[in-house]
């Protein structure tokens, strides 16, 4: 996939139906999703539990754009292997999951998957210079994870404007998860982020038998992050 920095909307499925993820893919990605996102929790890093590798295995053969899985587990490094057999295109790892995460980066990349690396909302932007050069996205959570439907949190603006600038005119994604809305997408699109995940602001009051719904709030939520970078 070329890189380019348009606003890319990334639905999380952990807000659709659990009894129809098939279906539910392929709602999402016919009214406008760029990316898909799957977001796995272990239960220990995160105090939720969602989907393992047979889970991602399943949902593969639905998504035809590209599929973005988020790693919210400690440690990271013995599933990397099993994720890119699943069919991960890019696997996100937290800075914060275990002492080498320069490792880990490494070890994505030559599982030949693109690298990205996480930050919570308490870890300082500086834990990610060193390793600006190997990775392709760079996730500033905008909730503390492991829920869907949390308040945004204003304070990570600063910590994405300050990556936008750390990272240059490098080919990397900055990523934002979390309370993302139109209310919130301008304000991150602003900040410099152009990946946008957002879970039951795309899924609220929609269906797979209603998909219009979930289109209608793609669109809101790209025209409002487009707008405030026309504005800017």
Known sequence: MSFDRSIKIAPSILSADFADFGREIQAIEAQGADWVHIDVMDGHFVPNLTFGPPAVRAFRPHVTTFMDVHLMIAPVDPYIDAYAEAGADMLTAHVEAGPHIHRTLQAIRGAGMKAGVALNPGTPVETVEPLI????????MTVNPGFGGQKFIHSQLEKIRRVRSMIGDRPIHIQIDGGCDPSTAPLVAEAGADVLVAGSAVFKDGSVDSP???GANIRAIRAAAEGARDAA
């Open 212 to 214: 219009s719904v979930y």
């Open 133 to 140: 050069d190997m990775v392709d996205m760079v996730l500033v």
